[in-house]
Each structure stands twice: as C-alpha cells, then as structure tokens.
C-alpha cells in the first residue's frame, strides 16, 4: 500500500470461530490471478513495481509470503481467500479460524 493509502484490520467472533479482514487501499488483485496468489513461487503481474514507505524499487518477491501465510492458517484448521475489484483497487484477506483445536 503506497504512502497516504490504508490497511485495516477488522475481527468478529461468534462461540466457534473467528474471522479477520485485512483489507488496504493498495494496487489490487487481477480476476485472473486471484486464485492463484496462494500458489508457491507466484507472483502476480502487477508486483514487478513495489512501494514501501519512502522507498521504491523494481524487483519481484519470491512469491513465498502468502503460500506460508495459507499453510500456517490451514495447519490451525483454518481458511484464507482474498478478494479485489482489481487493479489499482485494493484487496481485501479474510480468515477464517476455529477457536477450538479439531473444528
């Protein structure tokens, strides 16, 4: 998310599970690659260019992050899905996690 942008977190809870929203005013995720973006060694097409703060550079990740991200939360019975409208549009990430073990 490029400076002045946003990222929210939200969490709502019932009596089995809990639920988070990321959700951030960055570049968004292209219909094409959204069920793609928890493949290992993906990167999508549109993160050749990265912002962070005052520093900017041209560089691909490794397309790690989100795959260790999907394992962590699948390990604790959970799920992840994201969803955008988009390029230049933002995402948003929720997860799903019971808050008993073997739910």
Known sequence: TPDGGS????F?????KIKIVVED????????????????????SNSMHHQSGKFEFNSRGTGLGLAIVKSYIEAHKGTIWAE????GKGSRFYILLPLEAGE
């Open 7 to 10: 990222i929210k977190v939200l």
């Open 84 to 87: 955008s409208e988009g390029n």
């Open 12 to 16: 709502n809870k019932d009596e089995k």
């Open 25 to 44: 005013s960055g570049v968004g995720i292209e219909n094409s690659e959204i069920d793609r973006i928890f493949d290992r060694f993906y990167a999508g």
